[in-house]
């Protein structure tokens, strides 16, 4: 399905798959592409599992203020490459320069201090809580307080609740959610509970926000919808975003800029319209670069 729908992004043809449709939201001119400071760059990154190569030798730059997708067949290493950067996976060789910072593999304590926040390909939310405590539980830093609190009987855990509490919700409001604050998540349609995780990722106001097919299973206005919210999130707060999607519409609309994985290893990386026009990428979604002597070759 998606070899289809970029061969036929590259044919300028419609996708033919039912219930999918692309989003053709113009992507403005004037971003801060390639000129942006790197905010998060891999220097020849790879991480196996056994033998299977997930990720060979990527090198990627992503500029501060940028919507970065990361696009490629299923099995790729596009979540691999997201889990090595939120420090999941341990390359096995390889930097990440992230925040100014160079790490062999990501320490998973410090990715809150160092403004980096995530969602999950499968949806991760706490369904039994209201909408309101999920997006709070994106607030980390109340423990801190919450023990000061409890040994020095300060206000200041109160103060922190009452804080947060307000962020929440101007992160619930931001994302019109605000009349669903206090129901239980896991009643609300799949779309909704989409845009709770990018909810609850966003409202620490993280630096690089990091959105593993924020889109899948939605429907094509809920894409619309969550296109719009990701690149009002730049917009507004200046976020950095590194976005896996599989459907090109989306990604052709919204991105400065494209990688594309193919068996572990960036085939192309440029503008949308380079990328599409890209003989490679195409030949990597049709399938005609998997010839036999390739087959399992990772
Ligand atoms: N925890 C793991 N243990 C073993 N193998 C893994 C693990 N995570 C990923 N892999 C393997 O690494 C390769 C890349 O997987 P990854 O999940 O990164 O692909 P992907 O591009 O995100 O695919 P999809 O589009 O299906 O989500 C696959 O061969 C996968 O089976
Ligand atoms: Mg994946």
């Known amino acids: 399905m998606l070899q289809d729908s970029l061969a036929l992004a590259a044919l300028d043809v419609a996708p033919p798959r039912p219930g999918v449709g692309t989003i053709a939201a113009p992507r403005p001119e004037s971003l801060p592409v390639a000129a942006a400071p790197v905010l998060l760059a891999l220097d020849d990154v790879s991480l196996t599992f056994g033998g299977v190569t997930a990720l060979a030798n ?74 309101l405590d999920n997006v709070l539980m994106g607030l980390t830093s109340g423990v801190r307080s ?24 101007a992160m619930l409001d931001f994302l019109h959610l605000a009349g669903l604050r206090d129901r239980s998540a896991g009643t609300l349609p799949y779309g909704v509970q989409k845009r709770i995780e990018l909810a609850r990722a966003l409202v620490a106001q993280p ?30 707060y200046g976020t950095t975003i590194v976005l896996i999607e599989h459907d090109i519409g989306v990604v052709m609309g919204l991105s400065d800029r494209v990688a594309v994985l193919d068996y572990g290893r960036k085939i192309a990386d440029g503008t949308p ?17 998997h010839d036999e002597d390739d087959e399992g070759k990772l």
Do not use: H, W
């Open 58 to 131: 990527v090198d990627l730059a992503v500029g501060e203020g940028e919507i970065r997708a990361i696009i490629g067949p299923n099995g790729a290493g596009k979540s691999s490459l997201i889990n090595v950067v939120s420090g999941l996976y341990r390359p096995v060789r390889g930097r990440i320069r992230l925040a100014g910072e160079t790490f062999s593999a990501v320490p998973t304590e410090r990715l809150a201090r160092l403004g980096v926040a995530r969602t999950f390909q499968n949806l991760a939310l706490f369904k039994g809580l209201t909408v």
């Open 146 to 169: 919450g023990l000061f609190g409890q040994v020095l009987g300060l206000s200041a855990a109160r103060r922190e609740d009452a804080e947060n509490r307000e962020s929440a919700l």
């Open 207 to 236: 630096r690089l926000l990091l959105l593993d097919e924020p889109m899948a299973g939605m429907t094509l206005t809920e894409k619309c919808e969550m296109t719009g919210f990701i690149r009002d999130a730049r917009d507004t």
């Open 273 to 289: 319209d380079e990328v599409s026009a890209d003989q490679a990428v195409i030949d990597a979604y049709l399938g005609v670069a």
